[in-house]
């Protein structure tokens, strides 16, 4: 499945909060969920190789799957 990251998305990945997550973990993550996200649902508790916890929020489209934001913990 092909992974789209919002500008909005990868604009957060340099704040603080979200630092040491890359966009990498951000597609690991997304491929991680298993079945069809019809309308934008948060998801929690997603690790990145940083040992970083973070939530992404995503929606499927038809040209993939979209990540529409991140938020660190």
Do not use: C, W, Y
Request: proline share 4%.
């Amino acid at each position: 499945m092909r992974i789209l990251i919002t500008e909005h998305a990868r604009k957060r990945l340099r704040d603080l909060r979200q630092e040491k997550i890359t966009a990498a973990d951000i597609v690991n993550a997304a491929r991680e969920i298993p079945g069809k996200i019809p309308t934008a649902t948060r998801f929690r508790g997603f690790f990145a190789e940083s040992g970083r916890v973070f939530d992404i929020v995503a929606k499927d489209i038809p040209q993939g799957r979209l990540v529409i934001t991140v938020i660190g913990k």
